[in-house]
Structures are given as C-alpha cells and as structure tokens.
C-alpha cells in the first residue's frame, strides 16, 4: 500500500512564505512525476506544479517565480516553497505522485495526498 503524507500547511499573511512537504511511503519501486495540484472553495482543483524524477520542473503561470518544486528521491518526498502569497493562493494543496510500485506484479498508478490547507489573510 502506498499513501502520500503531507504537511506544512497553514495561516499566512499575504506577502509570506509557507513550505510544503509530501512523503510517499510503501513498497514504491520508483516515481516518476510528484507535484501538487490545488482547489481553492466552489472551484475546480488546479495543476500547481510538478517535478520529475530527472530534474523538470513546470510552474502553472499563476505562481510562476513566487513558488518553487523540489525532490529530495532517496527520500521520494516533494517539496513547494511557497513566497510572495497572495489571498488567491488559499486553497487546499493536494500532493500527486506517478508511483511505479511491486505486489508480486509491477504497477504504475497515480496517488493522492489527503490536502493540507493553506490560508493566506490580506
């Protein structure tokens, strides 16, 4: 079974900075893409950022230059700093990991975090 943890969520005031970290655990072969995606109330959750496992990042426009992706894959944790907040970035961050993992048979399946929520006050 794998799971993905996240934490490092919270209450910021604009202009502030927040760090967010997702650990993906269990029998993980390998992952290749781990980002996070977001969803702020009443709307559709958002690609934020991703990371592969060769070092490609991609930003969404909207937090292009303010956030920034990184991996730590000995440890297959992702990490999203955050700077510059702005009240629109209040959302619940999802971490998403393409996880290759083995029960006997090799499977790639995309997994989910359970959200972390991030506020950030004008």
């Known amino acids: 079974q794998v799971q993905l943890v996240e934490s490092g969520g919270g209450l910021v005031q604009a202009g502030g900075s927040l760090r967010l970290s997702c650990a993906a655990t269990?029998?993980?072969?390998?992952?290749?893409?781990m980002g996070w995606y977001r969803q702020a109330p009443g709307k559709q959750r958002e690609f934020v950022a991703a990371a592969t496992s060769g070092g490609s990042t991609n930003y969404a426009d909207s937090v292009k230059g303010r956030f920034t992706i990184s991996r730590d894959n000995a440890k297959n944790t992702v990490y999203l700093q955050m700077n510059s907040l702005k009240p629109e970035d209040t959302a619940v961050y999802y971490c998403?990991?393409?996880?290759?993992?083995?029960?006997?048979?090799?499977?790639?399946?995309?997994?989910w975090g359970q959200g972390t929520q991030v506020t950030v006050s004008s």
């Open positions: 269990g029998n993980i072969v390998s992952i290749n893409a």
């Open positions: 998403n990991a393409d996880v290759r993992y083995y029960t006997g048979i090799y499977y790639t399946k995309p997994y």
